[in-house]
């Protein structure tokens, strides 16, 4: 006879139960969690921007047994691994399955840029004996979050002769650190006057990056000069390279355990690498040839739209997966329309310090797994391709199946505000398309909090997408 009242008894069968991730795991299992989160912060801290993370997704996937893919020869075979190099800043990695083709595949799409600061074409400038950056911020960000810490330089500067310069200066211990200036607070009443969102001004987001004067008295523009000069000596570039340059500033953090129980990750561009990483990792876990035809795509631009040929809302998904089908003899239009997809974003962990925004019945928690949210978009759920109730039962089973700690989540209260993904743009190919993610705290912040049981969790839900 169960020692558990009736009341009790009801509440296991019908509530949706929340469950905190060390109680769901075993201790073998905690462990294994805590080994993947080493690996992603390892990376997290070598990729801070998408170029450098579709330069090392392309290394390891060669490490791994994939092989560039050839559009124009012969079908694929159980098991083969392929990839699709976009322009340097975008990936597809494709395991082709038992299946046929035309019975669909499984995609995990996840992108690899993060909001930043970029330089602007002509950015270099001095001003009160300082010489300065300008830049123009990327993707959505509070601006007064990015003064007063250290950044560094990351990058690639394209010759007219054809070659190129990569750059990464500021995230060694001894190398320079850049920096954004702010007001004293002394001095500082009209700034605190100003409304939130204008305390710091996209054109006050200037970077300080010298003082010194070239020695010569009989020109102007000396620190300029002396700063051209210096990056000329170790770059071999001159101030008008800066127009065919992609220069990005991002936070010259580390990335670290966070609390006394190092449950958490605290490091920059966790949106979205922390399920980006997890869904690379994903495929290339694949030992064996799957039922359907695997895809992680790993994918830039999301944070401006999607747009942009390395974006998702351009077409280079559908012609990969085109090709893919033309090699089998089958329309890819007919492989879409058969096809599923786990859109690979963020969401908002509930943040008690900041709990107004959240509806708590409906907001995702650390530590409580995965996040599945239906759908996302603003308000009137604008921008959002809202999951069928079909295929959100379908992601349920596999997931609850399979021992992956997940939970459901929206973003924010109805008219808190609201934000997009990917998910809207593979909708758009025909296919069918859920978000599941990582919660996070203080996201699109320079530095980001996410909870090591969900980000393995990711890990598992992903591989589990592809493997049953």
């Known amino acids: ?53 579709a330069a090392s997704a392309l290394e390891l996937a060669k490490k791994n047994g ?36 035309k019975d669909g595949i499984r995609i995990s799409a996840a992108h690899i840029d993060s909001p930043r600061l970029d330089l602007k074409q002509c950015p270099v400038y001095e001003d009160g004996g300082l010489g300065f950056f300008k830049t123009h ?34 995230e060694a211990a001894d190398e320079p650190k850049f920096c954004i200036t702010d007001i004293l607070p002394h001095l500082g009443a009209e700034q605190m006057s100003r409304k939130a969102n204008e305390i710091v001004k996209g054109e006050e987001l200037n970077i300080v990056i010298g003082s010194r004067p070239f020695k010569d008295d009989k020109e102007s523009e000396k620190i300029k000069l002396n700063i051209l000069n210096l990056i000329y000596e170790k770059y071999g570039v001159v101030e008008r390279d800066f127009l065919s340059a992609e220069l990005e500033l991002v936070p010259a953090f580390t990335v670290d355990d966070i609390g006394f ?45 999607s747009d942009g040929n390395t974006g998702l809302n351009s077409s280079y998904l559908k012609y990969f997966i085109e ?54 978009g603003s308000r009137g759920k604008g921008g959002t391709s809202d999951a069928s109730a079909e295929y959100v039962s379908f992601v349920r089973n596999i997931l609850e199946s399979n021992g992956v700690l997940w939970q459901s989540g929206e973003l924010g209260k109805v008219d808190a505000g609201g934000g997009g993904t ?15 993610g990582v919660p996070v705290l203080s996201m ?12 393995y969790m990711a890990y598992k839900a992903f591989y589990t997408f592809f493997t049953k």
């Open 1 to 53: 006879m169960s020692d558990k009242s009736k009341a009790q008894e009801l509440k296991e069968l019908l509530f949706n139960k929340k469950e905190n991730g060390v109680d769901f795991m075993s201790e073998e299992e905690l462990k294994v969690c805590d080994e993947f989160c080493e690996g992603y912060k390892k990376f997290l801290f070598k990729n801070k921007t998408e170029r450098e993370f």
């Open 66 to 101: 994939f092989v560039e893919f050839d559009k124009f020869g012969k079908k694929l075979e159980a098991g083969e691994k392929v990839y699709y190099f976009n322009r340097g800043k975008s990936i597809i990695l494709c395991v082709k399955g038992k299946r046929s083709i």
């Open 137 to 170: 911020y990327y993707g959505g960000i509070k601006k007064y979050q990015w003064t007063a810490i250290p950044l560094s330089l990351h990058g690639r500067i394209c010759k007219n002769d054809g070659t190129f310069v990569d750059v990464k200066i500021g």
């Open 261 to 305: 129980d190092r449950s958490l990750i605290g490091g920059y561009g966790h949106d979205d690498r922390v399920c980006s990483y997890p869904a690379m990792q994903a495929i290339f876990n694949i030992d064996e040839a799957p039922e359907y035809t695997a895809i992680t795509v790993l994918t830039d631009k999301e944070e401006t739209g």
């Open 323 to 376: 090709d893919l089908a033309r090699l089998e003899g089958f329309e890819g239009r007919d492989v879409l329309s058969n096809s599923k997809c786990l859109s690979a974003d963020v969401n908002a962990a509930f943040d008690p310090t900041w709990a107004s925004p959240f509806e708590k019945n409906n907001a995702s928690f650390i530590n409580n797994g995965v996040v599945v949210t239906k759908y996302t």
């Open 422 to 436: 990917v998910a809207m743009y593979i909708a758009n190919l025909d296919v069918d398309v859920i978000d599941v």
């Open 444 to 455: 699109h912040s320079p530095y980001e909090i996410v909870s090591k049981i969900d980000t």
